[in-house]
């Protein structure tokens, strides 16, 4: 595999590339993990493993790219807030640094101002009804 040929270089070659496989490999691992789990697959009849081939068949099978705008123009503030997060985990670190320190010497309202906005949204994009914590289910 990729992730075996990757590992007999030496640590000095391509350590960009190893680093970006082994992400790609944990978030793919990490997304299969997730889909097994809440495929409801530990409590059916079916064999684990055919649910989620069934959940994968769906998601490669059945997703119609012609509804991303409707879906888009639904949930505008939850997708705006995903993209400012994943933008945000590509600051340098100084510049997250800085605002970091920013916001830490900014008067206490202003923070104040800030945690309840933070607050407000997080209401805002919330569901109506409670979800119950993943672990809690096993």
Do not use: D
């Not at 509804?67 to 985990?89: D, E, K, T, V």
């Amino acid at each position: 595999s990729l992730t075996f040929a990757l590992s007999l270089l030496p640590a000095r070659y391509f350590p960009a590339l190893r680093r970006q496989v082994a992400i790609w490999l944990t978030f793919h691992f990490v997304t299969f993990g997730w889909i097994l789990f809440r495929s409801g697959a530990f409590g059916s009849v079916q064999p684990p493993l055919e649910t989620v081939a069934q959940m994968l068949g769906q998601i490669t099978g059945t997703f119609q790219l012609a509804l991303l705008p409707q879906i888009l123009q639904a949930y505008p503030i939850f997708f705006a807030l995903m993209g400012l997060g994943f933008l945000l985990h590509f600051l340098p670190g100084r510049m997250f640094n800085t605002l970091e320190n920013f916001f830490i010497k900014s008067p206490a309202v202003v923070q104040s101002l800030a945690i309840a906005l933070t607050i407000w949204v997080v209401i805002q994009v919330s569901g109506a009804e409670v979800v119950s914590f993943i672990y809690f289910q096993f």
